[in-house]
């Protein structure tokens, strides 16, 4: 099956939206909401933006980053924006910028951020090329610049990790 692949695509044609509000079932025993249910949260926006992006099936490569900055409530109102920082080949790097709402008071206060890698793939599973970003605003070009930073910071890391599971030898998990 052939793919019309766009040469480029704005940021802005990649930006996704989610928001939530924060119940018990989603809290530890402090009423704080779950990391591993912001993770969950943060993924599937990031997949909505790459799926944009690419017009294609998106599965989750890597997680480079998350900071927890602030701790989200029950019962807080958590918004979660995210875009297309930067398209490589096959890939995309995705952030997702998270915050709690105060409706009453109309405000936000930054809780987390994210950059999330995915590749898209066909219905087989092979990867398929993506189009490039473009990147319009002062601050996307610093965001698409500073993808191209933490992608070589990457590759470092899985040479390194292969050289070291060689140097281990079988059954070694690095």
């Known amino acids: 099956m052939g793919y019309v692949l766009a040469v480029s695509r704005t940021v802005a044609e990649s930006q996704a939206e989610r928001s939530e509000i924060i119940f018990p079932a989603d809290s530890n025993a402090l009423g704080n909401l779950f990391g591993g249910r912001l993770m969950q949260f943060i993924d599937l926006v990031g997949a909505v933006s790459a799926v944009r992006h690419s017009r294609a099936i998106v599965i989750t490569a ?3 980053h998350i900071d927890f900055v602030a701790p989200v409530h029950v019962g807080d109102l958590l918004i979660l924006k995210s875009s297309v ?21 109309q405000t936000l206060r930054h809780v987390a951020s994210a950059y999330v890698t995915y590749v ?15 990147p319009e605003t002062e601050h996307q070009m610093r965001r698409y610049e500073d993808a191209a930073r933490r992608r070589e910071m990457r590759s470092g890391e899985t040479q390194r990790k292969k050289e070291l599971r060689a140097k281990l030898g079988p059954g070694w998990h690095v």
């Open 62 to 64: 890597a997680t480079d």
């Open 85 to 105: 920082n930067r398209a490589f080949r096959t890939s995309m790097e995705v952030g997702v910028k998270v915050m709690v709402e105060d409706a009453l008071g």
């Open 120 to 134: 898209a793939v066909d219905r087989e599973g092979h990867c398929i090329p993506v189009p490039c970003v473009t």
